[in-house]
């Protein structure tokens, strides 16, 4: 059937009415007309996808991965870069104003990314192939090359096409400024050649829940701004550092100043100590242990004194007289026990880094009975897929 794109859905997916019905069509752009089938049908919504593209959006681009179409990687590689970013920037504004009650004029002019090679760390799957898998799939697409990922990354690739991958089952591999890391998730009788990765600063294996070290001393060093910090296999780090040093300058811009600041979620604690020479007294709270013991080791690195990291649940720790608390939470957002905390602290103001929009409005909806959003700003930092940065200022009613 012949269909006209109406618009984008928060997906990247193009929306249509088919007998009224609202039909999810993917890679289509707003104004296209198409030629369709539909994939999967119920009674609220359709899923169709396209036959021919009879009309194309002049904002429409010829995608420059030959695995576009198949790879779950990227959503928006067929759209230039300028209309990706106001795509994102709506899309922020549309979902906070439908699930936060948001004034869109608060919210700022998206900051922009590079579009590729901005990825610092990938994930290979590994069965007779090496590569991602495909989209809503276990199976695998055997690349050969990833356009968003650092270019260093590309190369370790050609050298792991050559390698006998017999019981190797995934690839991990980090790159920071000027070190790279690869990480061999094996099973018992794997093989590595290690003379095909001279060049690699800290080579290791994880077999049997423990990590070997083939070379190097098991973590890699990255600088934002004036800060270094170690990346061991399982640190949580930016995967776009020049993103993360956008979006940490934004938060110090919204924390200003603090005496007390409370970080929560505060992972291996970048983000509070790029805030503590803004700050008399930093905390971070995170459960995971091991982040922990990687925030104090990057502390003691960076010879920060003012800074402390208590590995506890979010919504327990005991801290007194604090002004400022920033909150990084998970994509699904800040637990009723952790808003609860929030408002019972009373903090003079809240930085909310989030990495979901529909979270984020839900959350600033309930924040709204005591405090006001006073401005928003969306970053890209995950440029070709749907994804979107916000970093939002809320000030104590």
Known sequence: MEIKIEKLDNQGRGISYVNEVITFIPNTLP??????RIVKRSKKVNEGQVITLI?????????????YNICGGCDLMHINY???????????????????????????????????????????????????????SNDIVNINKCLIVDNRINDLLEKFKKMDITNIYQILVRV???????????????????SLFKNVDSLMVYEDKVYKILRGNGYITETIGNLKFMISPDSFFQINTKGAYNLYNKVKEYVGSANTLLDLYCGT??????????????????????AVGDANRNKELNKIDNIEFICSNVGIIDVEDVDVVVVDPPRSGLLKDAINYLINLNPE???????????????LKILSENYNAEEITPIDMFSKTIHVECVVKLVRK
């Open 31 to 36: 104004e296209e007309i198409a030629d369709i």
């Open 55 to 67: 009309k194309k959006s002049p904002k429409r681009v010829e995608p420059k991965c030959k695995y």
């Open 82 to 136: 300028e209309e990706e970013l106001l795509y994102k920037e709506n899309k922020v504004k549309e979902v906070l104003s439908r699930f936060g009650n948001i004034d869109s004029s608060i919210i700022k002019k998206i900051i922009p990314n590079d579009e590729y090679n901005y990825r610092n760390k990938a994930l290979f799957q590994v069965k007779k192939n090496i590569g991602f898998y495909m989209k809503e």
């Open 176 to 194: 920071s400024s000027n070190e790279t890391m690869v990480v061999f998730k094996a099973d018992k009788g794997y093989r590595i050649d290690e």
């Open 269 to 290: 604690g970048s983000i509070g100590m790029y805030l503590s020479d803004i700050s008399k007294k930093v905390i971070g709270v995170e459960i995971n242990k091991y």
């Open 349 to 363: 103001k809240i930085v909310y880094v989030s990495c979901d929009a529909v979270t984020l409005g839900r959350d």
